[in-house]
């Protein structure tokens, strides 16, 4: 298979799938092979090795396509006739229903130079407030609590090599030998600690280790930290100097802990209040320890208030900032990080800007060249914009680039009836998903093995994603399809090239938190580690922030009182089971891509859900049966797997799976006050046989 250069070249870029942004090499054929970078010195997981088969598959969209009604099949069509018909009917359906009839929505898997030319397009050309992308499912949560505590919101303030040398390890809610497995081995000299409701093979890992496997009852992490934080104080293991120093706020948020003592906190979430007293002396003990949070302490409807308890225990033990030690988010989606810093959220401007702050308004309305009270915002975030959507006062056409809101989001039967109330369904996307089927308008766009642009990893640091190959004949970039509706709608400046959008969005976010003014395609190719803040040309970025301060004004970092809430929904007679969610080795996010590479679709073909052995029996079930999985909200077809480690009252289920499988189905739409991230992690539901 050649897709147009020299099949011997072999290009330097990164896998398209995780955070971890592993090196990979792409040839002329597609072919791929690990390459080594500090993140994955030369592994791939299952995922990155399989990629390339994605470039050449037999699904791949290679035309627009365009029906002329809902209930008419989607037909081939030129690129003209699409992009005049899509510029003609946002026109048409804001002249009638205002600029906000027309939403955006983005995804944390689009390189930094999509993200800010997608936020300039939605705010310049289509002039909406109605932008929000798919990282508010998956990370918004601790950026907030990060954001909160610390000044800055940058997953991990460190290296990912800085582990290698750590001894403790706290993972709470992150299951990485499943969704990055080349991180485990910048874990391989520490005893680790996994905080989670199922076994996973993160906290196999632990037990080997010698650490512990702690078990919470879903959606009571908070109560686990604050009793951690509570035996941390009565047994002697804060670090009065650093709190001293280095915080303010210990006082407020004692009052609450005080109230938590372990046993007490055992009661509610169900963790040997001896195994918490064991975890805080190892942290207390070693000097190279860290605590790392991931989706299972953020996607709550309190998911702030539990990252912010985990920021506190690590705090009130001195780790934040000081060498060999931390606290980090582990961030998931490829680009999560640059995904959230240049403008696709709803109340953001590029370099992490608030789009409230007049001072930001101008600075970034100086760069677009237009007036800052022209730009609309804040909009509503994800959920609310889905929920929104064909209603009186919401939007009537949406534009999806990079995500596969059927699967992703929550309560996925509402989001398919807002989908079908609107007037203009347009995706953009490499393969047919579930949600480009679902479309008015679908336009084939290139993958990451096809096109060049920037990608923002986990530890903050700017990475070059470069093409190896041609888009096969038909393709267009995303940057090229944005850039050619806004001519078509009249707008200037919007460059398709990435090197002239990076350089713009140099500008924009320069002087902002995630300041990249310093950071160029020269430097990036000549082999230079640049994580952000990097503000000029000469700056050698910043891998370690806090050293010295954090980012609030008086240098100190924030211990914010939180204290525990119930999950927004909790079980019943009719719903007893507590139902969580997750991911697995093979599968990617929606599975859109996944699911279409035979050797991983080989090993996870289809959904299931992992339930205790009894709590299978009682239902009527047995291993390899299919179940319903029934929510208040819906009801989802998994094949059960018995899994004897499992809480009796917890089952879980992945979320890679569309149609009468999806997860989603069942999930709750419950927001988070503060970040406005779904509650996928808890909702209530009973099995019955299917
Ligand atoms: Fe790709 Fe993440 Fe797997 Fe690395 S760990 S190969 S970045 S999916």
Redesign the pocket.
């Known amino acids: 298979m050649t897709l147009g250069v020299a099949p011997a070249t072999r290009v330097a870029t990164?896998?398209?799938?995780?955070?971890?942004?592993?090196g990979?090499w792409v040839d002329g054929r597609g072919d791929v092979d690990g390459r080594q970078f500090p993140?994955?010195r030369g592994?791939?997981?299952?995922?990155?090795?399989t990629?390339g088969s994605l470039l050449a598959h037999p699904e791949r969209l290679t035309t627009p396509l365009m029906r002329a009604a809902r209930s008419e099949p989607l037909q081939p069509v030129g690129w003209d006739g699409a992009l005049g018909h899509v510029a003609r009917r946002l026109r048409e359906l804001q002249a009638e229903h205002g600029p906000d009839a027309v939403a955006v929505f983005g995804a944390g898997g689009l390189t930094n130079e999509k993200a800010y030319l997608l936020g300039k397009f939605a705010r310049v050309a289509l002039g909406t407030s109605q932008i929000d992308y798919n990282g508010r499912f998956c990370m918004s949560s601790a950026a907030a609590a990060g954001n909160r505590a610390f000044g800055v919101d940058r997953g991990l303030p460190f290296p990912v090599t800085d582990l290698d040398e750590a001894e403790v390890v706290l993972l709470a809610g992150a299951n990485v030998a499943e969704?990055?497995?080349?991180?485990m081995g910048h874990l391989t000299n520490a005893r680790l600690v996994v905080v989670d409701p199922r076994r996973t093979p993160t906290a196999e890992r632990a037990l080997a280790s010698g650490g512990l496997h702690l078990q919470p009852v879903p959606g009571t992490d908070l109560v686990l930290a604050l009793g951690m934080l509570h035996a941390a104080v009565v047994d002697g293991h804060v670090d009065g100097d650093y709190l001293a120093g280095r915080t303010t706020g210990f006082d407020d948020v004692w009052r609450i802990a005080q109230q938590w003592w372990p046993e007490r906190a055992e009661r509610v979430c169900g963790v040997p209040a001896a195994d918490m007293r064991t975890v805080v002396g190892w942290l207390a003990g070693a000097s190279r320890r860290y605590v790392l949070t991931a989706r299972g302490a953020e996607q709550h409807a309190h998911g702030v208030d539990t990252v912010t308890s985990w920021i506190n225990l690590a705090l009130a033990l001195g780790l934040p900032g000081r060498p060999g030690s931390g606290f980090g988010t582990v961030t998931g989606q490829?680009n999560g990080q640059g995904g959230r810093e240049h403008g696709q959220k709803s109340d953001q401007l590029p370099g992490y800007r608030s789009i409230s702050d007049p001072a930001a308004r101008a600075h970034v309305a100086g760069v677009w060249g237009v007036d800052p009270d022209s730009l609309p915002g804040p909009g509503r975030s994800a959920t609310e914009l889905l929920a929104g959507l064909g209603r009186r006062d919401g939007p009537k056409a949406l534009l999806v680039f990079g995500s596969n809101v059927l699967v992703s989001a929550p309560h996925t039967n509402a989001v398919a009836e807002r989908l079908a109330a609107l007037d203009l369904l347009v995706v953009a996307d490499v393969l047919p998903g579930e949600t480009a089927m679902a479309a008015d308008v679908v336009l084939p766009v290139a993958q990451w093995a096809e096109e060049e642009g920037t990608m923002t990893n986990l530890e903050g640091r700017v990475l070059r994603r470069r093409r190896a190959l041609r888009p096969p004949d038909g393709v267009r970039t995303d940057l090229e399809v944005i850039a050619g509706l806004a001519d078509r709608l009249g707008v200037a400046g919007f460059p398709a090239d990435p090197r002239a959008v990076f350089d713009e969005l140099r500008a924009a976010s320069a002087g902002g938190i995630a300041d990249y003014s310093g950071i160029t395609y020269d430097r990036l190719d000549a082999g230079e580690a640049l994580h952000w803040p990097c503000p000029a040309p000469d700056h050698p970025g910043t891998p370690r922030l806090f050293t010295d301060r954090f980012a609030h004004p008086d240098g100190r970092a924030r211990m914010v009182p939180v204290d525990h809430t119930p999950s927004a929904e909790l079980p019943d007679a009719e719903h007893p089971l507590r139902a969580t969610t997750g991911r697995v080795l093979v599968h990617?996010q929606s599975g859109a891509q996944t699911r279409r590479v035979a050797e991983l679709a080989g090993i996870v073909p289809e959904a299931f859900v992992e339930v205790h052995p009894d709590t299978a029996a009682r239902a009527g079930l047995a291993d390899g049966d299919w179940a319903r999985v029934v929510s208040r909200r819906g009801t989802a077809q998994a094949r059960v797997r018995c899994v004897p480690s499992l809480r009796p009252d917890t089952v879980f289920l992945p979320f890679h799976f569309g149609a009468e499988q999806a997860a989603n189905r069942v999930t709750n739409p419950a927001l988070d006050p503060v970040s406005r991230m779904p509650e996928f992690k808890v909702c209530a539901v009973r099995l019955e046989p299917a």
């Open positions: 990164h896998c398209p799938y995780c955070a971890l942004q592993c990979q993140t994955n592994g791939l997981c299952q995922k990155g090795w990629s969704t990055m497995p080349p991180l490829g990617y």
